[in-house]
């Protein structure tokens, strides 16, 4: 019976704790790769670019990413499924070979559809480029709001080290291209590869 109790305990504590935390989610992560906005962006910028340092792909064999016509610029989206993670979907808003991008995702669930927003910026830092990566949404949508502030909390950690490895990817790409730094400068067919006219690269 005392076991009971303490459980029934427990079960309480964690539904306040659910009920009192607010139940959105906002998580960061931030890198400093050693190249141009430009280099950066030439994988940032395109959707058929993103499977290259994003850790989704890599990490879930079962995902099936379907893209439409567009894969670059404001419009340009695609939609996911999952055997593990779940279903969801993509859209770019904002699209800046400068400053970088935004986009709408969204994670299809049986709850229905829990929207989130997300960025991708670059800020210059000395001979490079900090790329920081941001998501905002709301559990609510996901979960009944009982749990909705303590999933916030694992959310966090498990979205946070997933942005991590990305942003570690992509620097890693980045700077083995070399292109876009002090010593190589982007090249015409950088500039074929990443989408780039009249030596910018398209963002639509």
Same mark, same amino acid.
């Given at each position: 019976?005392?076991?009971? +109790?303490?459980?029934? *305990? ?18 960061? *992560? ?19 670019? !993103?499977? %290259?340092?994003?850790?989704?792909? &890599? ?11 567009? &894969? =670059?610029?404001?419009?340009?989206? @695609?939609? !996911? ?11 770019? =808003?904002?699209?800046?070979? @400068? $400053?970088?991008?935004? +986009?709408?995702?969204?994670?299809? =669930? ?15 830092? /000395?001979? /490079? =480029?900090?790329? &920081? !990566?941001?998501?905002? *949404? ?11 502030? #303590? ?10 080290? @997933? ?13 083995? $291209? ?13 500039? %074929?590869? $990443?989408? @780039?006219? #009249?030596?910018?690269?398209?963002? #639509?």
């Amino acid at each position: 019976m005392t076991i009971l +109790y303490v459980s029934l *305990g427990i079960l309480a504590v964690l539904i306040a704790v659910g009920l009192v935390l607010p139940p959105r989610y906002s998580v960061a *992560g931030s890198t400093t790769i050693d190249g141009t906005p430009a280099a950066v962006h030439a994988y940032v910028g395109h959707l058929d670019r !993103w499977p %290259e340092w994003m850790p989704w792909e &890599t990490e879930d064999p079962s995902i099936v990413t379907s893209r439409n016509d567009r &894969t =670059t610029g404001v419009g340009a989206s @695609q939609s !996911w499924t999952s055997a593990t993670a779940g279903d969801g979907e993509d859209a770019i =808003t904002e699209c800046d070979e @400068q $400053s970088g991008i935004a +986009y709408d995702m969204a994670f299809l =669930t049986k709850r229905g559809r829990a929207p989130s927003k997300a960025s991708i910026r670059y800020t210059p830092s /000395g001979d /490079g =480029t900090k790329v &920081t !990566w941001t998501m905002v *949404g709301d559990m609510v949508p996901m979960v009944p709001r009982a749990r909705a502030g #303590g999933m916030k909390l694992l959310m966090g950690r498990m979205i946070g080290g @997933q942005l991590d490895r990305g942003l570690a990817s992509l620097k890693e790409m980045v700077e083995a $291209s070399g292109a876009g730094t002090a010593d190589r400068p982007l090249l015409d067919d950088d500039r %074929e590869r $990443s989408g @780039q006219v #009249g030596g910018r690269v398209a963002c #639509g």
